[in-house]
């Protein structure tokens, strides 16, 4: 069966110093939570103190970014065998604040999916609507594309390196929450799509998970879905008993 992953997205908070002292204090509180996976995406600058912080705990960590190039003239880029020799496990791509922000398209995230699979990183690939494209009835569509564009070319075997987070852009950062059965919903039409582009004993164990407002209060009810197999949670995983808490809903 598929694995249960609990992601933290920190985004651009939280310095190095604080990374450490956070990881201290979740450490104990999860450490005999293992019905899922727990992983923390934290900035570049906090990877070290994190990686430190978290030997020897069930905690794993996760950047927010990769460059698709193996290395070279990239100015201010990140390689994933930079990544990889930090002690980073996962890599968040494509997250919907890279594409609205930074420029990301389709095509990037699927290069630097593969840039990351092919370093032996786990790639999160971040893919969901925005709130004009849900009222307009296109969410199915604009979710499956994104899903089978950022799969191109990578293979049955590769994909058990893929964890695919279902984001709905309204529902990050607003407290405006996915009902279970919308996040549901989306997550099936995923992995439909991918059992389509491979094999249906591959979509179902490729993990999807859900984020979007994802809360101490919510998780239970959305985790309990049966296509939702995990969350990417961003304010909520800032705290260590709100985190533990979501945790603590995997079980
Ligand atoms: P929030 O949990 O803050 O809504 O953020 C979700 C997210 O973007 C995780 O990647």
Not at 83 to 93: M, N, T, W
Not at 97 to 124: H, M, P, S, W
Request: with cysteine; proline share 1%; charged share 20%.
């Amino acid at each position: 069966m598929r694995k249960t992953v609990i992601a933290g997205n920190w985004k651009m908070n939280m310095t190095a110093a604080k990374t450490g002292e956070f990881i201290k204090a979740l450490a104990p509180e999860v450490a005999s939570m293992n019905n899922a996976d727990i992983v923390l995406c934290v900035p570049f600058t906090d990877i070290a103190a994190a990686v430190e912080a978290a030997n020897g705990t069930n905690i794993a960590i996760g950047a927010q970014n990769v460059h698709f190039k193996e290395n070279g003239a990239y100015t201010g880029e990140i390689s994933a065998e930079m990544l990889v020799e930090s002690g980073v496990k996962y890599v968040i791509v494509g997250h919907s604040e890279r594409r609205q922000y930074f420029g990301e398209t389709d095509i990037t995230v699927n290069l630097r999916a593969k840039a990351a699979i092919n370093a032996g990183l786990t790639a999160i690939i971040c893919v969901g609507e925005t709130l004009e494209m849900r009222e307009q009835g296109i969410t199915a569509e604009i979710v499956a594309m994104q899903t089978k564009v950022a799969l191109m070319g990578i293979s049955a075997e590769q994909l058990k390196k893929v964890i695919i987070a279902y984001e709905p852009v309204w529902a990050i950062g607003t407290g405006k929450v996915a009902t279970a059965e919308q996040a549901n919903e989306v997550c099936a039409i995923i992995r439909n799509v991918v059992a389509e582009l491979y094999s249906k004993a591959d979509a179902d164990e490729l993990t999807i998970q859900y984020g979007g407002s994802m809360n101490a209060g919510n998780a239970e009810a959305l985790l309990a879905m049966s296509d939702v197999d995990g969350g990417l949670i961003g304010g909520a995983s800032l705290k260590v008993t709100d985190f533990t808490a979501i945790v603590k809903a995997a079980q």
